[in-house]
């Protein structure tokens, strides 16, 4: 009984051709879905990539200023009476771009934090170091020559974690 329907429902030709375009044009819509997928899967893989590029880049110069700030109160406490360091460094992609550091490998967070870390305890390093020194309040602590020792040691750690994020951005 089945079997005489099937033949009595293909020997119509419409109906055989109704079937054909429907099963093409679902076929049809399938594959396009598929290959859709396809595509947005690799513009938003390139989408990451490039955020993660711009991310890279803006810490990498960031890190580079930090590393010639470092080099350059090195260099000031040649043969100078005071330092003025200030209070707080002038370096915040970090803090703005912490929303997007799930775009870089577990390392370079990791050599970024430490970094960072102290780009914001440097400051406070010196101003508790200098506290006895300082006579009034400003945008900098001023640190004495007989302090140079310590604070040369903290900037020059400091441009050593700038290198070490710097190496580790560039890695990847």
């Known amino acids: ?88 460094l002038p370096f915040f992609y970090f803090d703005a771009l912490t929303s997007r550091v799930d775009l870089l490998e577990p390392e370079q967070v990791q050599a970024l934090r430490h970094c960072y870390t102290w780009i914001r305890e440097l400051p406070l390093r010196a101003e508790m170091l200098c506290a006895k020194d300082q006579s009034g309040s400003g945008a900098y602590v001023r640190v004495m020559p007989y302090r140079f020792g310590v604070v040369r040691e903290w900037f020059t750690l400091l441009e050593k974690y700038a290198d070490h994020a710097l190496a580790t951005l560039e890695a990847k």
């Not at 033949?7 to 594959?31: K, P």
């Not at 513009?43 to 990451?48: D, Q, T």
Request: glycine share 8%.
């Open 1 to 88: 009984m089945m079997i005489s329907w099937l033949i009595g429902f293909f020997s119509d030709y419409e109906v055989i051709a109704t079937f054909v375009a429907a099963l093409a044009g679902f076929g049809g819509v399938i594959i396009t879905l598929i290959v859709q997928h396809q595509l947005d899967v690799k513009l938003e893989n390139e989408r990451i990539a490039a955020d993660r590029r711009r991310v890279i880049s803006a810490l990498s110069a960031e890190l580079i200023g930090v590393r010639s700030f470092c080099q350059g109160a090195i260099n000031a406490m040649e043969g100078s009476e005071d330092l003025p360091v200030p209070k707080a």
